[in-house]
């Protein structure tokens, strides 16, 4: 349950970070920008469209900086 507990702390830091993508904050854990397994085209220009939207990094730390 520790491992759990302290993933879910780090995937928390992320959100706080990065915004409430699920896509993008698991791509902040890929090496050399690979892309998720299993993303399809389609469902990775959505989520590009929602993360470059005025309203995503709002109460995010990325907003802030």
């Known amino acids: 349950i520790e491992n759990g507990k302290s993933a879910l702390t780090a995937e928390q830091k992320l959100e706080k970070k990065f915004g409430q993508s699920p896509v993008f904050v698991a791509s902040t854990l890929l ?12 469902s990775l220009l959505k989520e590009a ?7 995503y990094e709002d109460k995010t730390d990325w907003g802030k900086e």
């Open 31 to 42: 090496e050399d920008g690979g892309t998720l397994k299993g993303a399809t085209a389609a």
């Open 49 to 55: 469209i929602h993360v470059i939207s005025c309203g």
